[in-house]
C-alpha cells in the first residue's frame, strides 16, 4: 500500500486509537488522579469495572452491540444514553451506557476513524512556522489550534 492509499488516521490515531480498538488499554496503567476521576464519576473502580466486563473498548462495543460506527458515536452523544463521561487521561475518554451498563472506552472514535479512511476522504494540512520565544508550542496548541473535541 502506498502512502497515498493508506489512512492517515490508522497510523496517526494514537493513543485515541489505541483505547478505542483495543482491550489492552484496560489493563494499562493510568494516572491515578484519572482512575480517581472515574470512581468519583462512576461510582465503582476502574478495576472493577474492568473485572466485571463492563469496562470495554469501543470496538469491543461495536462488536457487542451490533451497531455501526456512526450508531455508537450518536449513542455517546446521547444525553439519554450516555450521559455522563469523564477523561481518565489524554486522549482517553469513558462513557456510561446506562442501558446496558457498560463503560466505553473512546466511543466516538470509530466514526472518526471510518469518516478519515473511507475511500472519498482527504487529509488538509498547513506547514507554519512562528519564533518560539514569542510563542511557546504548548500555547499554539492550546491557545491558537485550542480544544480538539
Same mark, same amino acid.
Given at each position: ?6 489512512? #492517515? ?18 489493563? !494499562?496503567?493510568?494516572?491515578?488522579? &484519572?482512575?480517581?476521576?472515574f470512581?468519583?464519576?462512576? &461510582? ?8 466485571? &466486563? ?18 455508537? #458515536? ?11 463521561k469523564?477523561?481518565? !487521561? ?30 472519498? #476522504? ?15 508550542? #504548548? ?6 489550534? &485550542?480544544?480538539?473535541?
Amino acid at each position: 500500500m502506498s502512502t497515498r492509499e493508506r489512512p #492517515a488516521v490508522s497510523t496517526e490515531g494514537g493513543r485515541e486509537l489505541e483505547a478505542a480498538t483495543s482491550s489492552v488499554l484496560l489493563d !494499562a496503567v493510568l494516572p491515578t488522579e &484519572g482512575l480517581k476521576a472515574f470512581e468519583d464519576t462512576f &461510582g465503582v473502580s476502574w478495576g472493577e469495572a474492568a473485572q466485571g &466486563g463492563y469496562l470495554v473498548s469501543a470496538q469491543e462495543a461495536l462488536d457487542m452491540l451490533d451497531i455501526s460506527p456512526l450508531q455508537l #458515536a450518536k449513542r455517546w452523544g446521547s444525553s439519554t444514553r450516555c450521559r455522563i463521561k469523564v477523561k481518565v !487521561a489524554s486522549g482517553v475518554y469513558v462513557g456510561h451506557f446506562s442501558k446496558e451498563n457498560i463503560y466505553v472506552v473512546n466511543g466516538f472514535y470509530p466514526a472518526i476513524q471510518s469518516k478519515m479512511t473511507a475511500p472519498w #476522504a482527504r487529509i488538509q494540512w498547513y506547514a507554519v512556522s512562528w519564533s518560539e520565544e514569542r510563542l511557546s508550542w #504548548a500555547d499554539f496548541r492550546g491557545k491558537v489550534i &485550542g480544544p480538539t473535541d
